[in-house]
């Protein structure tokens, strides 16, 4: 495939990056779990919400950002055996940060979660580098379609002990049996007996990656940008079709991470993407998401302090509960209706959250795993 020459870095990419952290962030830090409006909560269970967008985007972006970097790297000399060393290396520190904020901040060994979002990340960018460096684009979209397509034969025809097979709902899917037999204890806390981030769920997760590496091809495309950027927004169109077509046999689901899923959430990436890339790079329309660029160019160190913030206001107690409780019934709950609310704090958390990457962003600090 012919490639750019290019070394410019994409604005968009990173703006696309941080508006997806601070929807990461907004969501999930709800002044009142009871009181949230529908499309800043995930879906119950089939379906989708504007919430359910954050997590695939995050795998998207980092097959997209790979591939780029990778490309260059390679282009320049760089031994694959290097890069791939360099990847063990990110996915092992990526793994360790998702444990401490899980363990954070009781460190409770016996019931440690495992698996998670940092941890999904992780092995998704490592199995995603090994097959960009030994296949080509022809090989990668193999590994789509077989990942995909094993999984949904999986969750169709694969037996559960009590339930039979082609269960999707939450106790009876295959997914979940196998979650609660190998994670047992060191499951999600929120379920006990299966993860969202479970193992065989983890499999579309990589396809969701891989997805993200066939932008990245046609970002690298020897093309003028606005036809690149047609191909982004035609490739996302026929994706979102795919998905849509595939839903009424296996369901679009987060927490399963269906196929269906898989296919659907990457069309939108795409789609969105294509519209940051013409509006940021083609356009010029930059000043409006500098806030987003800084956000996106520092994304793991605000995801790990939101974390453990959020957990940390959770945690500390006051005559009235929990240190955010106070803060959120003296400062939020006088001023707005129980929804109104619950929003306002999730953006004040938000904004502060945009403060801490400025302020790190001015100290020319960044946590590149």
Known sequence: ????????????????????????VLVNNSGDGAHTYGPLNHAEWHGWTLTDMVFPSFLWIVGVAMTLAMAKRLANGAAKMQLL????QRTI????????????PHFDLSTQRVLGVLQRIALC?????????????????????GLLGSYWLLMA????????????????????????????RHNYASTRTWDPEGIVSTLPSIATALFGVMAGHILRLRKELAERTNWLFLTGLVLIALGLMIDPWLPINKKLWTSSFALFMAGMDFVVFAS???L???????????PFVILGMNAISIYMVSELVAESLGSIHTASGSLKSAIFSSVFTPIASPY????????????????????LHRKGWYLRA
């Open 276 to 278: 940051f890339v013409w």
């Open 340 to 359: 109104n609310a619950s929003l306002l704090y999730a953006v004040a958390f938000t904004l502060s959250m945009f403060a801490v990457a400025y302020g």
């Open 125 to 145: 960018y490592l199995i995603v580098t090994v097959i960009y460096l030994t296949c080509g684009i022809r090989g990668q979209i193999a590994w789509i379609v």
């Open 85 to 88: 060393r360099q990847a063990v």
């Open 1 to 24: 495939m012919p490639t750019t020459s290019t070394s410019d870095r994409l604005t968009s990419l990173d703006a696309f990056r941080g508006a997806t952290m601070a929807l990461m």
């Open 157 to 184: 025809y694969a037996p559960v002990p009590g339930f039979g097979a082609g269960r999707l709902d939450v106790e009876g899917n295959f997914a979940h049996y196998i979650d609660s037999i190998v994670l047992g």
């Open 93 to 104: 520190i990526l793994y360790g940060l998702g444990l401490l904020v899980y363990a954070f």
């Open 280 to 290: 940021v790079d083609a356009q010029g329309y930059k000043r409006w998401t500098r």
